[in-house]
């Protein structure tokens, strides 16, 4: 039995309490469920009790002294950040094509020249996979160090089953061997391989007869995406890739409307997927049938700030009752970072988000873009003790002073893993 963990006093606790079920949408996403002076009970992995310090001290007072006491005293405390969204498992750096994007290519313009996607893949192809766990841990332990306790990660840099078998597998190690959770993604719908660039409808053929069966015969996956975009996989061929994801128990999510109009929105809430991701050109249409259908829209202002393109309306997609979450799109080619602090502060200046529901979207609606809304994403007794501490002593703050990591404590399954903003020495790779 861990020994039972006390967070104390904090200026501002966010519980989200009551969101376990259904993401939250509309005026929802303001509701923080803040506790001032408040406090945490933490045991067997668990959050036992929420409330503020006076109720919680007299509540364990006997047991005080037993207890690993943090003092949250004039800092915010919110449930862990959860990254709904990544390409964690990878090698290779593109650097060279952020140079050529500031020169005036675009990013469609580089993958068909051979770059992009395709240039990752033959990196992570070469690369040995003791290699890719390793770059993909110290990832891992940068998450950490920024708040975030939950991180996705999809294949998708293979294309052939020999990579995407090894990217899965990476992907499993990790979720057994860091503190971090790694929801795994099949993601082989990521680019048509050069080899098939003339024969697309092959390589769906290929994904839907013997990928996706095999990932999940072998429990590699929880969720099928596909990149449904113009130049990528068309809707048509997309709605055929996830129809046959779920025939095989693969929850279908979808990369949809990121560079053109493309109806992706509206496929995925036809086919009923848990999240549609990027949306930067989704219809009004889209939006409207994702809302709906409760599809979370999962908006990655990084990769729109770093293509240099105009973000997501994430402000329209609130207002139609869109449940939204937000995501760095951790990755080589177009959203290089895994500071999700930063990508909440830029749903606030890039969006029109506002800073409370920045909070939500990166925790509880989060949590509920990959299926774990009942386990986390909100500080509430029974839950995950998944707990972020910011040196900050107001949730507005944490936006205002943007740009900065103001992580201080992370509490993981009810283990203090991150001090003093310092990784704690027994859960770094060696």
């Known amino acids: 039995m861990s020994k039972a963990v006390f967070i104390r006093n904090a200026a501002q606790l966010v519980t989200l309490k009551g969101s376990s079920d259904i993401p939250r949408v509309r ?23 929420v409330g503020t310090d006076v109720e919680l001290a007299a509540k364990y007072k006997p047991r005080l002294a037993e207890a690993e006491v943090i003092d949250a005293s004039g800092k915010l ?12 498992v990878f090698a290779g750096s593109r650097e060279n094509e952020f140079n ?11 993958m068909n020249a051979g770059g992009g996607i395709h240039a990752t893949t033959r990196a992570t192809k070469a690369a040995a996979r003791e290699e890719l766990f390793h770059q993909s841990y110290q990832r891992l332990n940068q998450f950490l160090r920024h708040g975030v306790t939950t991180v996705e990660a999809k294949s998708g840099y293979g294309m052939d089953w020999e990579t995407e078998l090894k990217q899965l597998e990476v992907a499993k190690q990790l979720n057994e061997q860091h503190v971090i959770d790694v929801v795994p993604t099949f993601m082989g719908a990521h680019a048509i391989p050069e080899d098939y660039k003339r024969r697309p409808d092959e390589f769906v053929k290929l994904l839907v007869e013997e ?12 969720f099928n995406d596909v990149f449904c975009e113009k130049g990528v996989f068309t809707p048509e061929q997309s709605r055929v890739i996830l129809e046959a994801g779920k025939r095989h128990g693969l929850i279908p999510k979808i990369h949809a409307d990121e ?71 951790c990755n ?45 994403g909100s500080l509430e007794v029974g839950k995950k003790a998944d707990v972020t501490i910011f040196n900050v002593e107001n949730y507005m703050k944490l936006q205002y002073l943007y740009g900065v990591n103001h992580t201080d404590t992370v509490v993981k399954n009810g283990q203090v893993v991150v001090r003093g903003g310092h990784l704690v020495a027994e859960f770094s790779l060696s």
């Open 332 to 376: 080589p080619g177009s959203s290089p970072t895994v500071s999700l602090p930063f990508i909440m502060n830029l749903g606030c200046l890039k969006m029109g988000m506002t800073p409370a529901e920045v909070i939500t979207a990166a925790t509880i609606n989060a949590a509920h873009a990959i299926n774990r809304g009942h386990e986390i």
């Open 77 to 88: 405390v919110t449930p862990g950040l959860v990254d709904p969204h990544t390409h964690l």
């Open 100 to 110: 050529m994007r500031l020169q005036g290519a675009t990013y469609m313009e580089i």
């Open 259 to 329: 560079i053109e109009p493309y109806e992706g929105a509206e496929l995925a809430a036809e086919v009923g997927a848990i999240s549609a991701d990027h949306l930067l050109k989704a219809s009004e249409q889209g939006m409207k049938a994702m809302a709906e259908k409760g599809v979370v829209g999962v908006l990655l202002p990084g990769t729109a700030y770093f293509l240099m393109a105009e973000s997501a309306n994430g402000r329209k997609m609130i207002d139609l009752g869109v449940p939204v979450a937000l995501s760095t799109d």
């Open 211 to 222: 990928m996706i069966p095999k990932v999940a015969e072998l429990g590699l996956a929880e």
């Open 27 to 49: 005026a929802e996403m303001s509701e923080l469920g803040m506790i001032e002076n408040g406090s945490i009970w933490i045991e067997d992995r668990t959050i036992q009790a």
